[in-house]
């Protein structure tokens, strides 16, 4: 069974900064791209940030950003733990969504979501 479990997520002020966490467990994913995904209040969820397979990539992470979190957001894995973060700088109220952990590009896998709101 396939579980992604987010943490990390909670109030901050604009500017601020927080890091996401996603753990996995029943797969192992150094073999999978993993991606942050998030989805504001009546608006669809959308790709934050990906990371390629580090097997597929002959153990080369490589990194995709949507347009507007280029330079403020870092995603990266951590395969001995498990776990993907994606760690969030420069904060604005804009990025106050519930973010979300997705295992794989055919066949996926999503964790629960964390809260991240951003109020002044």
């Known amino acids: 069974q396939v579980q992604l479990v987010e943490s990390g997520g909670g109030l901050v002020q604009p500017g601020g900064s927080l890091r996401l966490s996603c753990a996995a467990s029943?797969?192992?994913?150094?073999?999978?791209?993993m991606g942050w995904y998030r989805q504001a209040p009546g608006k669809q969820r959308e790709l934050v940030a990906g990371?390629?397979?580090?097997?597929?990539?002959?153990?080369?992470?490589?990194?995709n950003y949507a347009d507007s979190v280029k330079g403020r957001y870092t995603i990266s894995r951590d395969n001995a733990k498990n776990t993907v973060y994606l760690q969030m700088s420069s904060l604005k109220p804009e990025n106050t969504a519930v973010y979300y952990c997705?295992?794989?590009?055919?066949?996926?896998?999503w964790g629960q979501g964390t809260q991240v709101t951003v109020y002044s």
């Open positions: 029943g797969r192992d994913i150094s073999f999978f791209a």
């Open positions: 997705r295992l794989g590009l055919v066949d996926t896998y």
């Open positions: 990371i390629s397979s580090h097997v597929s990539t002959s153990y080369l992470d490589s990194t």
